[in-house]
């Protein structure tokens, strides 16, 4: 293995791993019917479907998307916001705002433009267990839809 070769990240960076960054992913999140909102934040939240192969493996990361637009503000704007929810989503204490092998978008609502780390993190705090309630009710449907038998299309 060479020196540049990435490891695992640790927990005081916020490494490509724990991103969406695919549009399906983001879509596939937002059609999820399992939500959070507060007064700066919709907060979405889907479990991912399990990879084929070897059911050994751990469950991945979860993964944080964040939708900033125009309402915001602008762009200096927008970008710190996405710094300070990345951030409160890293220092979240374990298992995290979400548990591993779930996908979280966050997407701002235009009263998020003058948050800083703390009055975001006591914004989340108060739906910390409504959020971690969703993603159980996610897991739930993720596994009543891979139990049902496939029915192929009628031709």
């Known amino acids: 293995m060479s020196a540049s070769a990435p490891t695992s990240a640790s927990p005081s960076t916020f490494g490509k ?12 999140v937002q059609a999820s019917t399992f939500r959070v909102g507060t007064r700066s ?3 979405l939240v889907a479990c991912r479907p399990k990879a084929l ?19 915001v503000g602008g762009a200096p704007v ?22 591993p092998g779930f996908d979280l978008v966050v997407i701002a ?16 705090e ?3 267990r409504l959020l971690a309630r969703r993603c159980e009710e996610a897991r739930a449907a993720l596994a009543r839809a891979e139990a049902a038998p496939h029915v192929p299309p009628a031709r």
């Open 78 to 99: 927008r970008n710190r916001v996405k710094r300070v929810l990345r951030e409160c989503f890293r220092l979240w204490p374990a298992p995290g705002l979400v548990p």
């Open 53 to 71: 192969g070897d059911a050994r493996v751990a469950e991945p990361p979860a993964r944080l998307g964040l939708t900033v637009g125009k309402k």
């Open 41 to 43: 934040f919709v907060l």
């Open 17 to 28: 791993e724990r991103r969406l960054a695919r549009r399906a992913d983001f879509l596939r």
């Open 126 to 128: 108060p739906v910390a």
């Open 109 to 124: 609502r235009g009263s998020a433009a003058g948050l800083d780390l703390a009055r975001a993190r006591a914004e989340l």
